[in-house]
């Protein structure tokens, strides 16, 4: 009975590693794809590409999320979109053509909030956050922040800017 048990545990433990490591790998995947992407936009706006990638890593699940699959929604912002009318489910996410147009837009929605001017030019992601975060970035600002800063260090995205 030990010996199943010890078999089980070993199993267990091996399907959680490997879950974990398939996981990093999509992140991994996913700032590769959109780095490019988020250092252009990093320089036209001033924003960080590590508050970028973070946001987009956490907001779209890494490009897994369904608001990416149906929307090309990276940032979960809320819109129009054309789901009804193709007879799918309901959704508050905006809709865009492509993934890039979701990073402009999204960029431009932090380019019109109170605390951009302040801070465009620093480049310390966690700034950033915080300053989303009390402007209501989130519905639920201080575990979204938890959130995006883990994601911002677990990936070493600070090194990008």
């Keep these: 009975m030990k010996f ?56 779209s699940s890494a490009g897994k999320g369904p608001a990416v699959r149906n929307l090309n929604n990276h940032f979960g912002i809320e819109g129009h979109n054309t789901l009804i009318a193709q007879g799918k489910h309901k959704s508050r996410y905006k809709e865009y053509e492509c993934d890039s147009q979701s990073y402009e837009d999204f960029c431009k929605l932090i380019t019109r909030k109170h605390f951009y ?6 480049k310390d992601p966690v700034l950033w956050v915080n300053a989303m975060s009390k402007a209501h970035y989130s519905e639920i600002p201080e575990a979204w922040k938890k959130k995006i800063i883990t994601a911002i260090h677990a990936y070493h995205l600070e090194s990008l800017d």
């Design 4 to 59: 199943i048990r010890y078999i089980i545990l070993i199993f267990c433990f091996t399907t959680l590693l490997t879950s974990q490591v398939s996981a990093q790998g999509v992140v991994r995947n996913y700032i590769s794809k959109y780095k490019e992407l988020a250092t252009a936009l990093s320089d036209q706006y001033g924003i960080p590409v590590a508050v970028i990638l973070g946001v987009a890593i956490v907001e």
């Design 117 to 122: 001017e302040r801070i465009k030019t620093k």
